[in-house]
């Protein structure tokens, strides 16, 4: 005998309103008290579609301190090559 193929229901991602899901989901009986839920407002279902782009002034602010510490190793590279006596000894080592 072969195996029965069972059928689960489709569950449309858009089928039931957000707000009909909010609004029987709202009061819940516990107990001696009654617990509601925050429905959302208008304003916060409009931004739900929106991207928070808020982490990219902080990955901005690593790559200038980052940028900042490269030019200045640069500069203190360069001011010990050319100044100083320790260029012309570094490059004395390879002679080409």
């Known amino acids: ?18 707000a009909s899901q909010n609004i029987s989901q709202a009061t819940t009986e516990m107990g001696a008290g009654v617990v509601t839920a925050k429905v959302p407002s208008k304003q916060q279902q409009a931004l739900a579609g929106v991207d928070d782009f808020s982490y990219v002034r902080s990955d901005l602010m ?31 080592l390879f002679k080409l």
């Open 62 to 92: 690593r790559v200038a301190v980052f940028a900042a510490i490269c030019i200045g190793l640069e500069l203190a590279v360069w001011i010990a090559f050319n100044k100083t006596g320790l260029g012309v000894k570094a490059y004395s």
């Open 1 to 18: 005998m072969s195996k029965k193929k069972s059928r689960k229901k489709q569950q449309f991602k858009y089928g039931q309103s957000g």
